[in-house]
């Protein structure tokens, strides 16, 4: 049942934030709640976010063997960059931020494989349940977690042929 509910309220969120990328009014609008958590993203959007290439784009990878969602693909302080949206009680350990980000590096060898564009950079966006907690953005370039995610796949593919 939690876990159901935090299903919920991720995407919950996720679709409030697509429609503000996209400029367009949700339907059906948002509870409070959900409006709160998007409200502690929407200021990096505003303010780092100066063209949205896509949102909610379907990835795979034929090398990797791989498919994923990325929340967006955007300009983000100038650079191209994947964006990820997260929702969590409270600031995430250190582990959980490193698996995102190798999360970020597959979405962006996939969007080179599929589109010869390289993305350098990702951007995590988080919304916390407990408003106590205030490290909101994780953002930076992604070339070492891009050797860490083919070595986790390489490792992932020896056990699962």
């Known amino acids: 049942a939690i876990t159901k509910l935090a299903c ?10 697509e429609c503000y990328m996209k400029k367009e009014d949700p339907d059906p609008p948002p509870t409070n709640y959900i409006q709160n958590l998007a409200n502690q993203v929407i200021p990096y959007i505003d303010r780092r976010v100066s063209r949205v290439h896509q949102v909610e784009t379907i990835l795979y990878s034929d ?18 960059a994947i964006l990820d949206f997260k929702t969590a009680k409270r600031q995430p ?12 590096a ?13 993305i350098h950079y990702g951007a995590l966006l988080f ?3 407990q408003v106590k907690s205030r ?6 370039r992604l070339d070492k977690f891009k050797t860490l995610a083919k070595k986790r796949i390489e490792a992932f593919h020896e056990i699962n042929p």
């Open 106 to 118: 597959i979405y962006a060898m996939m969007v080179e494989e599929m589109t010869g564009d390289p």
């Open 63 to 80: 090398k990797f063997k791989l498919a994923g969602t990325a929340d967006g693909i955007v300009r983000y302080d100038n650079h191209l």
């Open 8 to 17: 919920n309220v991720g995407t919950s969120m996720h679709e409030v934030l």
């Open 135 to 140: 490290n909101n953005e994780v953002y930076g």
């Open 127 to 129: 919304a916390y349940k």
């Open 93 to 104: 350990k250190t582990e959980w931020i490193q698996d995102y980000l190798l999360q970020l």
